[in-house]
């Protein structure tokens, strides 16, 4: 393992519905990222947080919002989503200025009806 | 505009042969490259990585080979087995944006007994 978990492994969701994934780290690193990666093309970054703050968002929609209470937790918050948000959203994390290394959890698959 | 182009997009390989994956890029600001795999149903592990300032690296059966002038580098895979069968993604890391990862779109690998 890793040392990223993240849960719901699965998840499908109608447009309307609000729903939130989760990534917990135990690795003790400071930064912490979230990725869409879908089918045939490369793993986009959406989310940067660096010690709790953000500090990279890549023009996400606005129905994606990003929570990091602490360095070990990361939420993605979903509201209102689209068919074509359907994917494989991974989390990450690294210990930015010790290391490059990004260590990747499994990610949640998830299907908008 | 896709920042690290890979290729092939998919690849078989016989038991005991050397599977090779390409990548390229044009940034000359990136000073980390690594390669991912990731299994059915697994995030990305992080598998060999090199900087740009040695040629070669090479951990077991892996190798990357590193060709700065011609700003492309590869990932050979010797004796592989059918275990390594998997999708594989190259990255580079840009320190002009927080070490932002950069990634090809995967090469799908399989290994036939």
């Known amino acids: 393992e890793t040392g990223v978990t993240q849960t719901p492994r699965h998840l499908v969701m109608g447009m309307t519905n609000k729903k939130s994934l989760k990534c917990e780290q135990h690795?003790?690193?400071?930064?912490m990222y979230w990725y869409k990666q879908s089918a045939k093309k490369p793993l986009e970054l959406m989310f940067v947080?660096?010690?709790?703050?953000?500090?990279e968002n890549n023009s996400v929609p606005s129905r994606f919002s990003p929570e990091c209470p602490n360095s070990s937790h990361l939420f993605l918050h979903l509201h209102t989503l689209q068919p074509e948000d359907s994917a494989l959203y991974l989390c990450a994390s690294g210990d930015q200025g010790a290391s490059y290394e990004q260590y990747f959890g499994p990610g949640t698959r998830l299907t908008v009806t | 505009q896709q920042q690290v182009k890979q290729s092939p997009q998919s690849l078989i390989v016989q038991k005991g042969g050397i599977s090779i994956i390409n990548c390229a890029y044009e940034n000359t600001a990136f000073d980390y490259f690594p390669w991912y795999q990731q299994f059915p149903g697994k995030g990305p592990a992080l598998l060999i990585a090199i900087r740009p300032d040695v040629s070669e690296k090479k951990e077991g059966r892996f190798t990357i080979s590193f060709n700065k002038s011609a700003k492309q580098f590869s990932l050979h895979i010797m004796d592989s087995q059918p275990g390594d069968s998997a999708t594989y993604f190259c990255?580079?890391?840009?320190?002009?944006?927080?070490?932002?990862?950069?990634f090809g779109t995967g090469t799908s690998l399989t290994v036939i007994p």
């Open positions: 990255a580079a890391s840009n320190p002009n944006t927080g070490n932002q990862f950069y």
């Open positions: 690795l003790g690193h400071n930064a």
């Open positions: 947080y660096n010690f709790k703050e953000q500090t």
